[in-house]
């Protein structure tokens, strides 16, 4: 039993970092169209989420946790308008690194390992409840 209850510790770290994922995905949607207000500052820059290998030393089970959530450091689109209040002197302004194609691509990714993560939480949860009844 002491396995099954590892895999489902384990399964439930990824939940946690597959959620984590999908609120960065969220928040780099949400701002995909979010301009500076002045020439002299930036569009939202898109973030990243990087994934570590962590071993808990009471269950001895290798968990996966958050890393980091950093910046992704490619280089801003330009979009020409300007009547903008952000327009450089050629009327240029720049816009987020977020490209929504990509996000949705993340978005669908961390979906389906959260799915994944969440089905071997329930089949765990059944073998437990299996052999306990088993037992009786």
Known sequence: MD???KSSLI????????SERLRVVSENLANADSLPTAP?????RRKTVTFRDVLDKQTGADEVKVAKIDVDRSE??????PKHPAADADGYVLTPNVNPLIELMDMREAQRSYEANLDVVNVSKSMLSETVNMLK
């Not at 801003?76 to 308008?81: A, L, R």
């Open 11 to 18: 399964a439930v770290s990824g939940l946690r970092a597959q």
């Open 76 to 81: 801003f689109q330009k979009k020409y308008d």
């Open 3 to 5: 396995e099954l209850n």
């Open 40 to 44: 002299d500052q930036q569009p939202y």
